[in-house]
C-alpha cells in the first residue's frame, strides 16, 4: 500500500519474494513485538501477490482512464527559472504578464509557492523575465526545455489515481519529470529535450488505448 511500485512489481511477478522478505522481516517484528520466520513472510507475501489483479487486469482499470483523456500539446524551447519569494514577487509577476502580452503564441506561467517562484516561459522572454526579475535572487535555471500537456477530462477530480496512472507509465519507462504542473483540465509535464520524444510515446500510447 505504501509503494505503487512494489505493488505492481508484486503484480507481475518481477519482485524475488525471498529478498523482499529478508528486507520486510525487521520491520515486521518491530511492529508485532515478536519473532517473525522469513518463509513465513515469503507465504503471505505470496498470497498477497495471488490476490492482486493480474497486471492485464491493471491495464483494462488504467485503459479505461485513458478513454477519458484527449489530445497531446507540445512546446518546445523552454526555460525553467526559479526564484526566492520576496516583497516585490507580485510587481515582478504583473510586469511580465505586461511584458509578455503583446508576444502572441509565446508561453509563461508562473507558479508562486510558499518560499519559491517558478518561472516557464519560451526563449523569446527570457530577456523580459530576466529583466522584471533582475533584483531577485535565482535559485535556479534550466535551459532547453520541451513541455507537454494532456488534456484531461472535466470528471478527473472525481476519479481517485488517474495522475498516478499516467506517472506510473512514465517512470517505468525511466522518463525523468523536471517539473509538473495542472490545471482542472490539463496536466503538463516538463521534461528534457532528449527525454520528450519518449515521453509523447508513452503518452500516445495511453491516449489511443
Known amino acids: 500500500m505504501e509503494s505503487p511500485?512494489?505493488?505492481?512489481?508484486?503484480?507481475?511477478?518481477?519482485?524475488?519474494l525471498s529478498e523482499l522478505?529478508?528486507?520486510?522481516?525487521?520491520?515486521?517484528?518491530?511492529?508485532?513485538w515478536k519473532p517473525v520466520g522469513q518463509a513465513a513472510v515469503v507465504m503471505a507475501l505470496r498470497r498477497v501477490a495471488e490476490r492482486l489483479p493480474q497486471h492485464r487486469d491493471s491495464?483494462?482499470?488504467?485503459?479505461?482512464l485513458a478513454r477519458k483523456t484527449g489530445e497531446l500539446t507540445t512546446r518546445t524551447d523552454l526555460?525553467?527559472?526559479?526564484?526566492?519569494y520576496s516583497e516585490h514577487t507580485y510587481e515582478c509577476h504583473r510586469q511580465l504578464l505586461a511584458l509578455s502580452a503583446p508576444q502572441r503564441g509565446a508561453f509563461v506561467t508562473v507558479?508562486?509557492?510558499?518560499?519559491?517562484?517558478?518561472?516557464?516561459c519560451s526563449r523569446p522572454l527570457t530577456g523580459a523575465v530576466e529583466q522584471v526579475f533582475?533584483?531577485?535572487?535565482?535559485?535556479?535555471?534550466?535551459?532547453?526545455?520541451?513541455?507537454?500537456?494532456?488534456?484531461?477530462?472535466?470528471?478527473?477530480?472525481?476519479?481517485?489515481?488517474?495522475?498516478?496512472?499516467?506517472?506510473?507509465?512514465?517512470?517505468?519507462?525511466?522518463?525523468?519529470?523536471?517539473?509538473?504542473?495542472?490545471?482542472?483540465t490539463e496536466l503538463t509535464i516538463l521534461l528534457e529535450q532528449r527525454q520528450t520524444g519518449a515521453a509523447i510515446a508513452v503518452l500516445s500510447r495511453l491516449v489511443a488505448q
Not at 511500485?5 to 524475488?16: S, V
Not at 491495464?59 to 479505461?64: D, G, K
Open 5 to 16: 511500485f512494489l505493488t505492481e512489481g508484486l503484480g507481475r511477478g518481477l519482485i524475488n
Open 134 to 184: 533582475e533584483h531577485e535572487r535565482l535559485l535556479l535555471r534550466l535551459e532547453n526545455l520541451n513541455a507537454v500537456t494532456l488534456q484531461l477530462d472535466p470528471e478527473t477530480c472525481d476519479r481517485p489515481g488517474i495522475y498516478h496512472g499516467i506517472l506510473k507509465k512514465l517512470a517505468w519507462d525511466k522518463i525523468n519529470l523536471v517539473n509538473m504542473i495542472s490545471t482542472h
Open 21 to 32: 522478505a529478508r528486507q520486510l522481516q525487521p520491520q515486521l517484528e518491530t511492529d508485532l
Open 59 to 64: 491495464c483494462v482499470a488504467e485503459l479505461s
Open 79 to 84: 526555460t525553467m527559472y526559479t526564484f526566492r
Open 111 to 120: 507558479t508562486r509557492g510558499i518560499n519559491e517562484v517558478m518561472v516557464i
